[in-house]
């Protein structure tokens, strides 16, 4: 599927699978190495990013979503 966001400011187009984790999006297609994948379960923190001004976890979180 395609996914049509903005990221940091920047307009970005990419292609994903539908279970792709936002986590894994963003420091393997986007090279944003920042969030960190460390208990995989929501509990740590290491991996929150802000998704329309709320903090979420990106471990845990579909891109598509």
Known sequence: MELACSVNGREV????????LLL???????????????CD???CGACTVLVDGLP??????????
């Open 24 to 38: 894994d999006f963003l420091r393997d297609s986007l090279g944003l190495t920042g969030a960190k994948r460390s």
């Open 56 to 65: 979420v976890s990106s471990c845990c979180y579909l891109a598509a979503e």
């Open 13 to 20: 187009v990419r292609d994903l699978a539908p279970q792709e």
């Open 41 to 43: 379960v929501q509990v």
